[in-house]
């Protein structure tokens, strides 16, 4: 049984940082892309960033692109997600999912996903 799990998060005031992981079981964890994914209350999910298995490769959506950072650690079948300069428009709940053998941002690609932790960011 495949299982990924977020942590980190929660609330935060505008300009601050916050760090997302994401562990995951079940599954041969470096053989996945593993992307973060976001959905905001009224709002369709949106691609956060992606990062290919190795971790050489990553792509990120350009909302967010010079201030959050995706990274890996196959070791540990885990995927981070540092966010730094957070503004109230992050406000939304974050998720990470795997999907095997393709690099890609689109969600309906993605085969397994986390529950989805709540990030708040205050102004």
């Known amino acids: 049984q495949v299982t990924l799990l977020e942590s980190g998060g929660g609330l935060v005031q505008a300009g601050n940082s916050l760090r997302l992981s994401c562990a995951a079981s079940?599954?041969?964890?470096?053989?996945?892309?593993m992307g973060w994914f976001r959905q905001a209350p009224g709002k369709e999910r949106e691609f956060v960033a992606i990062i290919g298995w190795s971790g050489g490769t990553t792509f990120y959506s350009d909302s967010v692109k010079g201030r959050f950072t995706i990274s890996r650690d196959n070791a540990k079948n885990t995927v981070y997600l540092q966010m730094n300069s957070l503004n109230p428009e992050a406000t939304a709940d974050y998720y990470c999912a795997a999907t095997a053998k393709v690099f890609t941002a689109k969600p309906d690609r993605y085969r397994y996903w986390g529950p989805g932790p709540q990030v708040t960011v205050s102004s």
């Open positions: 079940g599954l041969t964890f470096g053989s996945y892309t």
